[in-house]
């Protein structure tokens, strides 16, 4: 995964096409017998309140990054990791593997301060798909 096209600007379907496939994987659905349509499986979907928290960590380090600089914060960033395989543990899942497999794929790729605001963005979009998801409650 790249986040930068052959010129270096960030590539557009990053923050299109890519964030609303994103988006839509954290979804489970199931059909509905009654009326035969898909609803939103709250138990296996990622809800809004653990997207909200993860993202939220994501903006305070984004913050701390302002202060004190990249360099100093990346391990903290590389940390997250950490904390999305704990919520994902297999025993008492609090997020879905695939929200997991997301934050582990783009941290790895995060190496300088442009790769860290490019994934910034990204999540962004992930995180506006997410809501725009028809069924999606804040749940």
């Known amino acids: 995964m790249g ?3 052959e ?6 379907d990053l923050l299109e096409k890519e964030a609303s496939k994103q988006a839509e994987e954290f979804i489970q659905y199931y059909e ?3 009326t035969g349509r898909k ?7 990622l809800s809004s309140a653990q997207l909200r928290k993860f993202f939220n960590e994501f903006r305070q380090l984004e913050k701390k990054v302002g202060v004190e600089g990249f ?3 990346k391990p903290l960033i590389k940390m997250v990791k950490s ?3 704990y919520a994902s543990n297999p025993s008492n899942p609090k997020i879905p593997r695939s929200f997991k497999n997301f934050l582990i794929t783009n941290l ?5 301060e442009k790769d860290f605001e490019a994934f910034m963005l990204h999540f962004e979009a992930v995180v506006g798909f997410f809501y ?3 069924g999606v409650k804040n749940n």
Request: some cysteine.
């Open 83 to 85: 904390k999305a395989a």
């Open 3 to 5: 986040y930068f096209d």
């Open 108 to 112: 790895d790729c995060i190496e300088r």
């Open 132 to 134: 725009g998801i028809e």
């Open 71 to 73: 360099d100093k914060i």
């Open 39 to 45: 609803s939103v499986d709250n138990k296996g979907s």
């Open 7 to 12: 010129k270096g600007v960030i590539r557009s």
């Open 32 to 34: 509905n017998r009654r």
